[in-house]
């Protein structure tokens, strides 16, 4: 049998592979340009008996669907730059109390109202920064319109596997781009469930940490009674000062992401084998890059990409191999040095690091990325 | 018999934060009479604050409850209602929280009529971070942000609830203890989106600062001004200077979200 396939645009693949994924509720509130997800998803939740809701704010968005997960929803908000400065205290929220959720951003210019149209790559900072204290990040930065809709699945994953809101942010130009997309049978690709209590209620604790770093998580009106806070808290969910116990929650929430990165992060090498440059990439960059670097090995320049595709946690590892490798790193992005800074980190001097930033709303070009590739001596 | 509260407290949670006068006790124990004489399944209760004095009280109510960010719990509520319609979901919180920051989503809970319960505690200040002017401050009172009297006109919040749309909107007291659970109660078997804004007393930030003596000043002053909504109806407009009206103050039936959400999922499986 023939898989089912489509002409979608990012935002509609973004939407269907939440549905994949077996989200059930979604909130958000309109902005450009990212409103596609909130249309799509406005006509197929409730054929399934799913909920929709529009808020009236960005903050109202993400507050519901925290407290839809936490009463047993999969649940999904889409937004963009403003929304995300919007969103960040209750991303915080959702840290701290461990409640999965999915926040789709469409990363559009900035600071502010910026260019609501224009495609950036200025938030990935945002991501991992915006919302205040320590705490776990994940983000991924799709680059197609499949990968869009894959990544959204692996989102749902993550946050159920690791109790945790996950960021998806796709570029406005994977975002209203339209390619083909290949959907996958139900059952292809793996769903992650939450993990629920295997203790009767009475004994329930919702940060229990004889389940593991990531404690099993009832849902509301299931038949377990807790207490859930944006305070320090303590395994049974009530806050707490105790000293000792704040740093060790603190570090197991951080820990939930860090001792798992190599289950986490993905990437894509292209070309690196016998590379001489690379071309760090992500999102619709990537796109010119790998362009750029099929030219430069036509000409002789032994390029290669390595390609982002899990923003946070940053691909340390594999980084700091490739420092040791090549003759230089370019970086092509669309802000004023966001993932350069994280190379440059990594890099730790052993090569440069080369940028090319771009914040007009213009994608990057081949060229330009070419003609940076041939600076690397 | 006496009523016993402690089947529906949290074992070890108690004493509460709350300083010797705060009515906020008076109020969780007309929510707990409430709750009982209801019979609700404290596993199928949500009962969702903010942040503040008043937004603590769910933590030591055996139900599943919610503490949430500042303001925000009617968002988050009506995120939990949504999910679970068949919970009960009771929001509780003080009037900065739900009339300041929380302002918002106030009044968009009010306008969809979801079924769910808002118990606003009014204090008239911000208790919690030491007595700052609310939107509900009194004009000319003092706060420790108003050293010269507050400027500001302050709301009201039973109209406000009204003007948004809630087709619930009681109000009680403190003082008239009594009272406090049947008003709950009637709010929480009403189909659509209740408000019961209780007058309440911060003695330690907002008394001490506007020349009460002590908490029965205060408490006075609660019983003084409060007028029953019928016995308004016989007094003069005259009469009726400087006083407050209490009971039932607006009722009535209007589509329901929750009701409403499912024919929206009835549209969408028949076109499908």
């Known amino acids: 049998m023939s898989k089912k396939v489509a002409f979608l645009q990012g935002n509609e693949a973004a939407a269907y592979g939440a549905l994949y994924a077996g989200c059930d509720f979604f909130a958000g509130y309109p902005i450009t340009p990212s409103t596609e997800v909130s249309e799509v998803l406005s006509a197929e939740l409730p054929k399934t008996g799913g909920k929709f809701l529009q808020m009236e704010d960005e903050i109202a968005a993400m507050a519901a669907i925290l407290g839809a997960s936490l009463a047993g929803a999969k649940v999904l908000t889409s937004t963009s730059g403003p929304g995300l400065s919007l969103k960040q205290e209750l991303i915080g929220y959702g840290c701290i109390a461990e409640i999965p959720c999915v926040v789709y951003n469409v990363m559009r210019g900035g600071p502010s109202t910026g260019m609501p149209t224009g495609p950036s790559q200025s938030d990935v900072m945002c991501a991992k920064w915006g919302t205040h204290g320590d705490h776990p990040a994940i983000c991924l930065v799709p680059a197609s319109v499949q990968e869009t809709y894959e990544e959204v699945i692996r989102a749902f994953n993550l946050s159920e596997k690791y109790r945790t809101p996950v960021m998806v942010m796709p570029d406005e130009i994977v975002a209203h781009m339209r390619e083909r997309i290949v959907f996958p049978e139900p059952g292809e690709v793996e769903v992650v469930p939450r993990k629920s209590p295997t203790v009767p209620p009475e004994q329930y604790k919702p940060y229990d940490t004889s389940f593991g770093d990531v404690p099993p998580l009832a849902a509301f009106g299931s038949g377990y009674k807790f207490h859930v806070t944006g305070l320090n808290k303590m395994q049974d969910g009530f806050p707490t000062t105790k000293a000792e116990i704040v740093q060790a929650e603190e570090e197991r929430q951080v820990r939930k992401v860090d001792a798992n990165i190599d289950d986490i992060v993905t990437f894509e090498e292209y070309l690196l084998d016998d590379a001489d440059v690379v071309v760090v990439a992500y999102g619709s960059t990537s796109r010119s890059a790998r362009y750029a670097v099929n030219v430069a090995r036509e000409q002789g320049i032994k390029a290669g990409m390595f390609r982002i595709k899990t923003f946070w946690p940053f691909p340390d590892k594999q980084i700091k191999a490739l420092a040791g490798k090549v003759k230089g790193i370019v970086i092509p992005e669309m802000n004023l040095g966001m993932c350069s800074l994280e190379l440059e980190r990594c890099a730790q001097g052993k090569v440069p690091v080369l940028g090319i930033f771009r914040v007009d709303g213009e994608p990057i070009n081949p060229d330009q990325i070419l003609a940076k590739i041939k600076e690397v001596k | ?272």
């Open chain 2, 1 to 272: 018999m006496a009523f016993d509260y402690d089947k529906w407290l949290r074992p070890g949670k108690l004493p509460h934060i709350w300083c010797p006068g705060c009515g906020h006790g008076i109020v969780m124990k007309g929510l707990i009479r409430a709750m009982d004489t209801l019979k609700l399944k404290k596993e199928e209760t949500a009962i969702v604050s903010g942040i503040g004095c008043a937004s603590r009280l769910p933590g030591y109510i055996d139900c599943c409850t919610l503490h949430t960010a500042h303001g925000r719990a009617a968002a988050f509520a009506t995120g939990v209602k949504m999910a679970k319609p068949e919970m009960n979901v009771i929001l509780v919180g003080g009037d900065g929280d739900g009339t300041a920051i929380g302002g918002n989503h106030f009044i968009h809970a009010c306008r969809r009529n979801i079924n769910m319960t808002y118990i606003i505690m009014n204090n008239y200040i911000y208790g919690m971070t030491g007595g700052q002017f609310s939107p509900c401050t009194p004009t000319g009172h003092k706060a420790s942000t108003t050293p010269y009297g507050n400027p500001d006109p302050g709301f009201d919040i039973a109209k406000l609830a009204i003007g948004a749309g809630a087709t619930f909107v009681a109000r009680g007291t403190a003082f008239h203890a009594n009272q406090i659970d049947k008003l709950i109660a009637e709010a929480i078997q009403h189909k659509g989106f209740s408000v019961v804004e209780i007058l309440d007393d911060c003695p330690t930030t907002y008394g001490r600062r506007n020349k009460y003596k002590s908490v029965i000043e205060m408490m006075n002053r609660l019983k003084d001004v409060a007028v029953p909504v019928k016995a308004a109806e016989k007094m003069t407009a005259e009469q009726l200077q400087g006083k407050i009206l209490t009971g039932v103050l607006y009722k009535e039936e209007k589509p329901e979200y929750i009701e409403e959400y499912a024919k929206v999922i009835e549209r969408a499986k028949a076109a499908k």
